[in-house]
């Protein structure tokens, strides 16, 4: 007798995405801490450069899971992440880009679509990419404390308020998602389809 498929998240679903969700933030900050020592002239692409790999990771997720609330569930789990790490003004951020994600990928019935997931993520990754600017508007002064007591240097602090490197930090975080989806996509199609891992990309 065949399982009766079921549109909203089940248990086992909670488990794909917490372990995709925990593999992803891992790898993460595996990268983050790997371009530490060249952050004084690699800060405007860092995030880019992490996100590439980390796409991948995301739209097996998303692909595999293929219902409402993947999104917005990965978005809270890395908002908790950063919440017991000490930086809670992420966590609003994550579930806010998480929502409106999902608003997309409901709108277009996109959850197994490379193109809507695309958009999605980009959108969810522009708000917490810009979190940055969203506490300094709040409080410049607690900003810039806290950015030097974790470590950054003067030349961060420029990259991080000079119009020109925030288009830049902008233009190669776009680029960066869509081609790592893309080459995520290609390795569904390639590996994970094959292995029976998801139905159909």
Known sequence: MKKKKTATLISKDYLTIGLYTVVGF???MVLSMATLPFMAWFYPYATAFV????????LLMAFKVGKKGTLLLFGAINGVFYAIMGTIYI??????GGFIGEVILAKTNGYRKLGPQTIAFTIYNLLYGFSNYIILAISA???FKMMEN????DNHLEYLTDPFWIMISTVALIAA?????LFGYKLLNKHFVKAGVIKSA
């Not at 996100?51 to 995301?58: A, E, H």
């Not at 974790?150 to 240097?153: F, V």
């Open 26 to 28: 891992v790898v993460m």
């Open 51 to 58: 996100l590439f790999f980390t796409c991948p990771i995301y």
């Open 91 to 96: 966590l609003p951020i994550t579930l806010l």
């Open 141 to 143: 002064d607690y900003y």
């Open 150 to 153: 974790t470590g950054y240097t």
């Open 177 to 181: 998602i869509c081609l790592g989806c």
